[in-house]
């Protein structure tokens, strides 16, 4: 069994934690895991991804060819959408729905979320879910959550005990507020 999955957003959204609790849950789990990142201007809200490829065999590339992926992971619809070549054609888009506009020439939000809308995508406002969380800064475990049922290779409570594990050493608080956003998002997927 293998899952190669592409994570992207914006510097500063959260994307690279999200690899590093796949990261950790895989490790956990006793799988194989090539990763591969591309930080971009992260400081400065450039494009920042990640390929993530998970497998029970061995694997030999840490990069995901073009109609590869099982899933992309976005912290923002557009990066989703600049990263559809890699999607499979049985992939799926988790996305958030909430654009994060920062270039004078962003597409049109209504015609991007009406593309979104054609594809096999699950759309929801994290930002929004996480404030409701008490956790505006756990957008990324929302999408995390909204994630986990189509990871399939590692199970909701493989990624659970790596965000514990993650985020131990910023104490228990920020650990229970980070499991609590990815609990909103299993439960919104």
């Known amino acids: ?3 190669d999955i592409i994570l992207c957003g914006v510097g500063g959204q959260g ?4 690899a590093t609790i796949i990261g ?3 490790t956990r789990a006793g799988l194989y895991l090539k990763q591969a ?3 971009g201007m992260s400081q400065r809200g450039g494009d920042v991804q990640s390929n993530l490829r998970l497998s ?3 694997i030999w590339s840490d990069l995901i060819a073009e109609a590869g992926a099982d899933l992309i992971i976005s912290m923002e619809p557009m990066e989703a959408m600049r990263y559809l070549p890699y999607l499979s054609k049985e992939g799926r888009i988790v996305t958030s729905s909430k654009p994060f506009v920062n270039i004078p020439n ?3 939000e209504e015609a991007l979320q009406k593309e ?3 594809l096999p995508s699950i759309k929801l406002d994290i930002e929004t879910v996480a404030k409701d969380c008490g956790n505006p800064r756990g957008a990324n475990m929302v999408l995390l959550g909204m994630a986990a049922p189509y990871i399939g290779i590692l199970s909701v409570e493989n990624l659970r005990e790596a965000i514990a594990t993650v985020f131990s050493r910023k104490g228990e608080q920020v650990v229970e507020a980070n499991l609590k956003a990815f609990d909103a998002g299993v439960k919104a997927s």
Request: glycine residues 0%; hydrophobic residues 35%; negative net charge.
């Open 15 to 18: 994307i690279l934690s999200i």
């Open 56 to 58: 029970t065999d061995p």
């Open 24 to 26: 950790e849950a895989a």
């Open 37 to 39: 990142e591309v930080h």
């Open 1 to 3: 069994m293998k899952k």
């Open 116 to 118: 979104l809308d054609t």
């Open 106 to 108: 962003y597409p049109d």
